[in-house]
Nanobody, 130 residues
Framework: QVHLAESGGGSVQAGESLRLSCVAD????????MGWFRHAPGKEREGVAT???????KYADSVKGRFTVSLDNAGNTLYLQMNSLKPEDSAMYFCAAEVRPYGATWFGFDPFRSADFGYWGQGTQVTVSS
């Protein structure tokens, strides 16, 4: 069983920065994709940034150049460095992980489709005021 725990959210002014962290445990010999999603009131949950087992990174267009996703060397803490924050970045941010055994197919997997992820954290709130 994979457990994810986010931290680092808060309230900031537009233009400031935050770094979110997600500590993951419970998976060992497997391949994975981990990512950050966000959910704002009245909007659908959207993918923000994902990083997979081959260190392939994807960003939503709305955060390119401002957000950076990374994984620590141990492979169990995912970060999201958020710079130049905007009020429209305000949302609950969730860490997600999809873990599969070595050799399992990833055919059809969409790193920005939340339904494709099997594990979720509880979320951390980010509020950006103008």
């Amino acid at each position: 069983q994979v457990h994810l725990a986010e931290s680092g959210g808060g309230s900031v002014q537009a233009g400031e920065s935050l770094r979110l962290s997600c500590v993951a445990d419970g998976y060992t010999t497997s391949t994975y994709c981990m990512g950050w999603f966000r959910h704002a009131p009245g909007k659908e949950r959207e993918g923000v940034a994902t990083l997979d087992r081959e260190v392939s990174i994807k960003y939503a267009d709305s955060v390119k150049g401002r957000f950076t996703v990374s994984l620590d060397n141990a492979g169990n803490t995912l970060y999201l460095q958020m710079n130049s924050l905007k009020p429209e970045d305000s949302a609950m941010y969730f860490c997600a992980a999809e873990v599969r055994p070595y050799g399992a197919t990833w055919f059809g997997f969409d790193p920005f489709r939340s339904a494709d992820f099997g594990y979720w954290g509880q979320g951390t709130q980010v509020t950006v005021s103008s």
